[in-house]
């Protein structure tokens, strides 16, 4: 019965304006009577009655004009306190001209006392009119607002105009399940004050907040992660266990306000982003503008977001190169969705397969080559060293090769930072790829006299450049969606080994930085972009338990694994042969070419070759130990090679 009651008092559906109307009249003819007893201290005379006709119809056509009975009650805000004040001004106004320029001979009392009677009337008008609008407001969000126990009571960081707007679009939520408990900021200027009967508080109040009033959330805007005051109060908050929810800048929000919609839990990506990188967009688009561009591994993560951001740099033709079905199809999608399909072109191909590319530049004509096709699971290629030759190696000796054929003017390989002192099948393989291109560099450069069967000497302009990062949040196997699906399963989260670190950049920073070394690659050299620091995988894990809303440890286990086949615990960018020359972008460096000599690197990959196709996986790792001297296993079966060649050499 009372559950019916109040439905039936405070529905969804709004209530007549012209109800509005009516009760704003009874307010405004009642403050007016008020205002008579109040100066005169005596009952209403019938003569009064003129004043209240009169006045009534002025205030009737005043806010019927106005549209005051037009405005939702329970939304009322400030703006409609102002038209009211104002309203409420006019009809005085027109009331008091009325009475004295039209019937001044027919009122018994001096103007002196309708000019009281009309002041007094003014603020009790006025007030009792806005009183009745918060009222209504104050009711229906209290009947609104579920049970303290259903409650999910929140911060918001910051004490500004954003704040601001943020808090009334969490308060203006219908059945609203949160309860704004105060704003967090770091400036001292406002903190302890109150805006709109909130207390801002200092960061160092987060903990005593979240004891006094039970605090689940802290909604933070998604922009500047990074400064000081904001990465301390999302740190304490993930520490607490409060969870981090991001809005997005309000230049992304739909008609000026903050959509609800729009609000999401923070990812651990956003904590790992450093200051934004500076492009030289303009160097960019002189060197792709009206290109024909070549983009191999075109479905896959990196190649996917180089694809992206060409296409904004007006690319005469972008030939997207895959032999991944479905997600190739995917991108065509996407594509297509967009406003570029028509400088796209979509080519299946196995980059092992030197006579499907050499077709490729035949009807396309390249300019420039991106080339991220390959392999790079390292536990799955050590099992399958074969695959990791054919594709990461082979594959990019064909079209590095087809690329001086065809006058190609730039190719830009992406590596890998395992490619460093290898200690994995994957990571070797990168570096004997990085070797061939270098030492192809460096023999176009010196007028080499190439044999038949290797690219022809007419054309030698290639300028042939590395790209060496290390891990990629958000990229095909990146641990982050791993420890995601383990976390939504409840856990346990898997850790490979409690002191495995690696350096991680986000896929839109590492394509930033590829496009830029693109630019300013002469040839010949290996790019390495600033990583920023390495990151414990543990820490990791831990951080996105407690993003969650769990506890490490107490609600979600993470448990250590031991290394996987090949894995090493921390990743290097640099040989100790290499030397770093610094470029004019600060993220980006330039590892100093080891020289290597084409005649034997050619050679040797060959060799490779016919050993790879006796399908002898031992004879064939053997081979890349040699190749690469550095390439000492960790973890793997192929630890006896390595005593083998110890062995040989005592």
Known sequence: MILHFKNLLFQEKFHSRWLVFTTDMAIVVLSLCLSFFLKNKQNLSPDNAYYIIFYSGSAAIVFLLMGIHRRIVRYSNTRDMLRIIAAVLLSNTMFLAGCKLLFASYFRFSFHDLDDIILINFFISASLLMAMRITVKDVFMYVDTPLAADQDNILIYGADSTAILIKRAVEAQKGAITHVKGFVDSGPDKLYKCIEQKQVYPLKAIESLKRRFAIKKMLVTNEELTTDGKKEAIEKCIELGIKVVTVPPADHWLNGQPNLNQFEDLKIEDLLERAPIVLHKDHILDDLKG???????????????????????????????????????????????GEHANRTSIFVCDIQNAQRVRALFDLHRPQIVFHAAAYKHVPLMENNPAEAVLTNIWGTKNLADISVMYGVEKFIMISTDKAVRPTNVMGASKRIAEMYIQSLNSALTANYPFNNESPKAAFRQTKFIT???????????????????????????????????????????????????????????????????????????????????????????????????????????????????????????????????????????????ELNMDNNTDLVVLKMKSIVPDFISNNSEFEKLDARILNAAV
Do not use: W
């Open 291 to 337: 290109k024909r561009i070549l983009i191999t591994g075109a479905a896959g993560s990196i190649g996917s977001e180089i694809v992206r951001q060409v296409l904004g740099y007006e690319p005469a033709c972008i030939i997207l190169c895959d032999q991944a079905e479905t997600p190739l199809h995917d991108i065509q999608m996407e594509i297509e969705d």
């Open 467 to 609: 790209t060496r990062f290390g891990n990629v949040l958000g990229s095909n196997g990146s641990v982050i969606p791993r420890f995601k699906a383990q976390i939504q399963r409840g856990g346990p989260v898997t850790v490979t080994h409690p002191e495995i670190t690696r350096y991680f950049m986000t896929i839109p920073e590492s394509v930033h930085l590829v496009l830029e070394a693109a630019v300013m690659g002469n040839g010949g050299e290996i790019f390495l972009f600033d990583m920023g620091e390495p990151v414990k995988i543990a820490d990791l894990a831990a951080n996105m338990v407690r993003l969650a809303g769990h506890i490490p440890g107490e609600d979600i286990k993470i448990v250590f694994t031991g290394l996987r086949p090949g894995e090493k615990l921390y990743e290097e960018l640099l040989n100790k042969e290499e030397e770093i020359i610094p470029t004019y972008n600060k993220d980006i460096k330039i590892s100093k070419t080891i020289p290597n000599c084409y005649a034997e690197v050619n050679s040797t990959i060959n060799e490779l070759m």
